[in-house]
T-cell receptor, first 114, second 114 residues
Framework: DAGVIQSPRHEVTEMGQEVTLRCKPISGHNSLFWYRQTMMRGLELLIYFNNNVPIDDSGMPEDRFSAKMPNASFSTLKIQPSEPRDSAVYFC????????????FGPGTRLLVL | QKEVEQDPGPLSVPEGAIVSLNCTYSNSAFQYFMWYRQYSRKGPELLMYTYSSGNKEDGRFTAQVDKSSKYISLFIRDSQPSDSATYLCAMRGISSGSARQLTFGSGTQLTVLP
């Protein structure tokens, strides 16, 4: 079992650039979650999908952030334009929709915006 | 006030000690309670999961939930250096939709000294 796969693992970019983070959930899981983790704010839910449909995006900080899930095996989180305060570790997690208490997290993408 | 409060530590104990980690919460709708372990530069992994009040034991780990006090605990017996990690509590309500999302504590950083 490959687990949740995220890419890239590290991203360094300059302010104003577009950043795209990618996630492949565990096969057979139909819920997908994007989180952001910082020292100051801890682990925050940004958005989650059930069966590829966004259910709750109230955690998305502002319009610069967008997320898509075009199919059951792929999701993207895009930041455009990026700002230094977006620097964080971004995690993707997936679970089964039924009894989805167990969320399996990916290794995360460490983003640094200069 | 945050919905879930967790002492960030850091907590340092000698090998073999009993460790007690705690979270308090304010939302009485929370019914599912989880503890995640996060090693440095890794994603969180589910350690323990309990529903409603009571105790659950798994090897050296015991999770306790006291809903009347809105207080949950994780005990680690015979702690090992390999237990050194950040421990995050998480919880959610019983309903579907947005209530399925997890609310995380800020995490407690634990170091077990050999």
């Amino acid at each position: 079992d490959a687990g949740v796969i995220q890419s890239p693992r590290h991203e360094v970019t300059e302010m104003g650039q577009e950043v795209t983070l990618r996630c492949k959930p565990i096969s057979g899981h139909n819920s997908l979650f994007w989180y952001r983790q910082t020292m100051m704010r801890g682990l925050e839910l940004l958005i989650y999908f059930n069966n590829n449909v966004p259910i709750d995006d109230s955690g998305m900080p502002e319009d610069r952030f967008s997320a898509k899930m075009p199919n059951a095996s792929f999701s993207t989180l895009k930041i455009q334009p990026s700002e230094p305060r977006d620097s964080a570790v971004y995690f993707c997690a997936s679970s089964r929709l039924a009894g989805g208490e167990t969320q399996y997290f990916g290794p995360g993408t460490r983003l640094l915006v200069l | 006030q945050k919905e879930v409060e967790q002492d960030p530590g850091p907590l340092s104990v000698p090998e073999g000690a009993i460790v007690s980690l705690n979270c308090t919460y304010s939302n009485s709708a929370f019914q599912y309670f989880m503890w995640y372990r996060q090693y440095s530069r890794k994603g969180p992994e589910l350690l323990m999961y309990t529903y409603s009040s009571g105790n659950k034991e798994d090897g050296r780990f015991t999770a306790q939930v006291d809903k009347s006090s809105k207080y949950i605990s994780l005990f680690i017996r015979d702690s090992q250096p390999s237990d050194s990690a950040t421990y995050l509590c998480a919880m959610r309500g019983i309903s579907s939709g947005s209530a399925r999302q997890l609310t995380f504590g800020s995490g407690t950083q634990l170091t077990v000294l050999p």
